[in-house]
């Protein structure tokens, strides 16, 4: 008798538990719709305030560098960040009914911009264009690889089209600024020879 009454209890609890995962699993895939949005929300959010913060910088090696071969990529990634930045802005206005950077999560970035931007101030030829170059490269292979990880974490269709597009255009700036960073190197390396051999 009393082994039909803890099998009957053991029953009961078995029974509680199902119930109970029956409802969670219910209510999970709402919750998990919530989520996904507002994360998709704090992506765009970010996305917006990381172009913007870039922009300033591209601007500021636009105005302020003495090497041609910087000033056009400068332009050249202007015009790129300006498309990404609008295709976002519109899927923010679209989400919120408004461009609303509240959603925004702390920077992640490894450059802090306006510190960046600071520094850059107090710089001129090769030594703003070598900083100005490495830490902008430092930015997009970081972006790079954001955006490769969000296009198959996003869950909005636009947002994760929009992320798609960025992709290659993100990748052929990193590539440029590769280049261009080595280039700068080989110019410098070749001034301090010429210097090294006006001394003898």
């Known amino acids: 008798m009393k082994q039909i009454s803890v099998l009957a209890v053991w029953l009961s609890i078995l029974c509680s538990i199902s119930t109970t995962c029956l409802r969670a699993q219910a209510i999970a895939p709402e919750k998990s719709a919530a989520a996904a949005a507002q994360s998709d929300t704090r992506f765009i959010a970010n996305n917006i305030r990381d172009h913007q913060q870039a922009m300033i910088l591209l601007k500021t090696a636009m105005d302020r560098s003495s090497n041609p071969r910087v000033r056009e990529l ?37 450059v802090d911009a ?29 972006k790079l690889d954001e955006l490769t990880q969000a296009k198959t974490t996003v869950t ?17 700036q990193r590539s440029t600024l590769s280049s261009l960073q080595k280039e700068l190197a080989r110019a410098a390396m070749l001034q301090k020879k010429q210097a090294a051999s006006r001394q003898r």
């Open 74 to 110: 400068a332009e050249g990634m202007m015009a790129d960040h300006t498309s990404m930045l609008y295709s976002l802005q519109e899927l923010s206005t679209a989400g919120s009914g408004g461009s609303d950077l509240s959603a925004a999560g702390p920077s992640t970035a490894p």
């Open 114 to 142: 306006a510190a960046l931007q600071k520094r850059l101030n107090g710089l001129s030829g090769a030594d703003f264009d070598t900083t100005w170059v490495s830490n902008m490269l430092l930015l997009h292979q970081v």
């Open 156 to 172: 909005n269709p636009q947002l994760k089209m929009a992320v798609t597009e960025a992709i290659p255009m993100i990748r052929k």
